[in-house]
C-alpha cells in the first residue's frame, strides 16, 4: 500500500494529540464520520485500545481535500495526521487512507508484515454494513453485486459520450478524427446514472473496498 518513501513522509504528518475525550459516534453521523479501533497488548502485557476517528468534513479544512485521520489511545486524543496517515503504534502502524467515498484502508500493518482491518465502530456506517453481512451474508453479497452494477452501467454509457465531447475539440478532432457516440442520453439520466454511481461507490467504501478503475483515486 505504502511505499518506503511514502511510508516515511507520511510519518513526518503525525503531530501529538490535545488529550481530549473521544466523542461517542451519534446516530446521524453514518455518513460524516469514520470510527474504527484496535484492541492491542503493549510490552508490559497492559490492553489498550487505539480509535481512529475521521471526521469528513474536515476535508473543508485542508488543502488537498483529504481531511485527517484522529488517533484516541484509551478514550483520549494521541495523535493526528492529514491523510493518508500512518500512525506508529504497539508493534507495527495504523494505516488509513481515504477516498471522496469514503475510507479504502483502516488497517493495522505488524512489523512483521502481518495485516487487519481495524473493528468498525457498530453505529458508523463501516459496523451497520459490517454487521448486515454477518447475520445476512447472501443479502450482502447481493447487495455487493448491485452496487458494482451501479458503477459499472452508467460507466459504460458514459464512457463514448466522453469520447464524443472530447473528440469535438478542434485540436484533437484535426489530429485524432472525431467519434460520434452511439448514445445520447439528455442531462437529468446522465445526472441521475452520475448519482447512482456514486451511491454504488459509497455502498464499497462502507465495506473498505477500493478499486483504482471503478472508484478512481484517492
Request: net charge positive; glycine share 8%; with cysteine.
Given at each position: 500500500?505504502?511505499?518506503?518513501?511514502?511510508?516515511?513522509?507520511?510519518?513526518?504528518?503525525?503531530?501529538?494529540?490535545?488529550?481530549?475525550?473521544?466523542?461517542?459516534?451519534?446516530?446521524?453521523?453514518?455518513?460524516?464520520?469514520?470510527?474504527?479501533?484496535?484492541?492491542?497488548?503493549?510490552?508490559?502485557?497492559?490492553?489498550?485500545?487505539?480509535?481512529?476517528?475521521?471526521?469528513?468534513?474536515?476535508?473543508?479544512?485542508?488543502?488537498?481535500?483529504?481531511?485527517?485521520?484522529?488517533?484516541?489511545?484509551?478514550?483520549?486524543?494521541?495523535?493526528?495526521?492529514?491523510?493518508p496517515a500512518v500512525f506508529p503504534v504497539t508493534g507495527g502502524t495504523i494505516e488509513v487512507v481515504?477516498?471522496?467515498?469514503?475510507?479504502?484502508?483502516?488497517?493495522?500493518?505488524?512489523?512483521?508484515?502481518?495485516?487487519?482491518?481495524?473493528?468498525?465502530?457498530?453505529?458508523?456506517?463501516?459496523?451497520?454494513?459490517?454487521?448486515?453481512?454477518?447475520?445476512?451474508?447472501?443479502?450482502?453479497?447481493?447487495?455487493?453485486?448491485?452496487?458494482?452494477?451501479?458503477?459499472?452501467?452508467?460507466?459504460?454509457?458514459?464512457?463514448?459520450?466522453?469520447?464524443?465531447?472530447?473528440?469535438?475539440?478542434?485540436?484533437i478532432a484535426e489530429r485524432f478524427g472525431t467519434f460520434n457516440s452511439p448514445i445520447a442520453l439528455?442531462?437529468?439520466?446522465?445526472?441521475?446514472?452520475?448519482?447512482?454511481?456514486?451511491?454504488?461507490?459509497?455502498?464499497?467504501?462502507?465495506?473498505?473496498?477500493?478499486?483504482?478503475?471503478?472508484?478512481?483515486?484517492?
Amino acid at each position: 500500500m505504502f511505499t518506503k518513501r511514502s511510508r516515511s513522509k507520511a510519518m513526518q504528518r503525525v503531530k501529538p494529540g490535545n488529550g481530549r475525550p473521544l466523542k461517542d459516534f451519534r446516530w446521524w453521523q453514518p455518513l460524516s464520520r469514520a470510527l474504527f479501533y484496535l484492541p492491542l497488548t503493549n510490552n508490559d502485557d497492559q490492553q489498550g485500545v487505539f480509535a481512529v476517528d475521521v471526521p469528513y468534513w474536515e476535508r473543508l479544512l485542508t488543502d488537498d481535500g483529504k481531511g485527517k485521520a484522529h488517533l484516541y489511545l484509551n478514550g483520549k486524543h494521541y495523535a493526528q495526521s492529514k491523510l493518508p496517515a500512518v500512525f506508529p503504534v504497539t508493534g507495527g502502524t495504523i494505516e488509513v487512507v481515504s477516498t471522496v467515498f469514503g475510507l479504502r484502508r483502516c488497517h493495522y500493518v505488524t512489523s512483521e508484515g502481518g495485516v487487519r482491518q481495524l473493528i468498525p465502530d457498530e453505529r458508523s456506517a463501516e459496523g451497520r454494513r459490517a454487521r448486515l453481512g454477518r447475520k445476512h451474508p447472501g443479502l450482502s453479497r447481493w447487495i455487493g453485486y448491485i452496487s458494482l452494477i451501479m458503477i459499472l452501467v452508467p460507466m459504460v454509457l458514459a464512457i463514448p459520450q466522453i469520447m464524443d465531447q472530447i473528440t469535438r475539440v478542434p485540436e484533437i478532432a484535426e489530429r485524432f478524427g472525431t467519434f460520434n457516440s452511439p448514445i445520447a442520453l439528455p442531462v437529468w439520466l446522465n445526472m441521475l446514472l452520475g448519482l447512482c454511481a456514486a451511491t454504488g461507490s459509497v455502498e464499497r467504501a462502507t465495506r473498505l473496498r477500493w478499486n483504482m478503475l471503478l472508484d478512481g483515486s484517492s
